[in-house]
């Protein structure tokens, strides 16, 4: 139920016990999105964020 749930996982990010607060391992380019899915696969990603803005920067 978002009414309760928005509060809770606010809750949640300000005490710092969300995941996603850990720093980014990837940031990714939308020109290597089929790169970045390979890496998933094959285990070598866990995760990435795929930035719009920073134009065609390798993948890091």
Known sequence: MPSR???RYEHISRAGLLPGEKPI???I??????EAMNLLADGAAVRG????????????
């Open 5 to 7: 749930d928005v509060a």
């Open 25 to 27: 391992p990837a940031r």
């Open 29 to 34: 380019a939308p020109t290597q999105i089929n």
């Open 49 to 60: 964020v795929i930035v719009f803005d920073h134009g065609d920067k390798e993948i890091r």
